[in-house]
T-cell receptor, first 113, second 114 residues
């Protein structure tokens, strides 16, 4: 049973560029959540997608946007990259919109120069 | 809004000694509580979770945690540390009043001395 997968593993961008990160949920899961984990900190919730719609959002600017596809996979897009966007971006999947446990992928390490 | 405080950003223990990681939460309703572990350059792995059943929760790799409502705590313990326990540990709370949004503590790094 494949777990949560994310691509790419690492990414280097320059300020002002745009980036797209991808996530495939665990088999049987239909909800995807995205988190940003800055160095030395805990993960911070960005947003959650369920039934192809953004259902919840954390305290992140509109430069952060996402999408969920009919097969439940998801993308995170970040526009106009800032140095402060450098972080590990984690995707988590779960079943339904609610109390089910979230399972995390290995993350994408984004470095903005 | 719920929040999580992990006391101690770094814990160092000898191999074979007790591991104790502290977590306190703030909540107006009974939350769901989780402990995750993160090994270097990896994602988060679920160790255990509390969902209002038994207050003593057993997880993987010999870890357990006890939910104490009166103390608003959910401390993680392991009786005997192993070198492979060296990692970063995160306590998280899921808020029933906010669509179960997951909020994490800042993390505790565990080092194990031989």
């Amino acid at each position: 049973d494949a777990g949560v997968t994310q691509s790419p593993t690492h990414l280097i961008k320059t300020r002002g560029q745009q980036v797209t990160l991808r996530c495939s949920p665990k088999s049987g899961h239909d909800t995807v959540s995205w988190y940003q984990q800055a160095l030395g900190q805990g993960p911070q919730f960005i947003f959650q997608y369920y039934e192809e719609e953004e259902r919840q959002r954390g305290n992140f600017p509109d430069r952060f946007s996402g999408h969920q596809f009919p097969n439940y996979s998801s993308e995170l897009n970040v526009n106009a990259l800032l140095l402060g966007d450098s972080a590990l971006y984690l995707c988590a999947s779960s079943r339904g919109q609610g109390e089910d446990t979230q399972y995390f992928g290995p993350g994408t390490r984004l470095t903005v120069l | 809004a719920q929040s999580v405080t992990q006391l101690g950003s770094h814990v160092s223990v000898s191999e074979g000694a007790l591991v104790l990681l502290r977590c306190n939460y703030s909540s107006s309703v009974p939350p769901y509580l989780f402990w995750y572990v993160q090994y270097p350059n990896q994602g988060l792995q679920l160790l255990l979770k509390y969902t209002s059943a038994a207050t003593l929760v057993k997880g993987i790799n010999g870890f357990e945690a006890e939910f104490k409502k009166s103390e608003t705590s959910f401390h993680l313990t392991k009786p005997s540390a192993h070198m492979s326990d060296a990692a970063e540990y995160f306590c998280a709370v899921s808020d029933p009043l906010n669509d179960y949004k997951l909020s994490f503590g800042a993390g505790t790094t565990v080092t194990v001395r031989a």
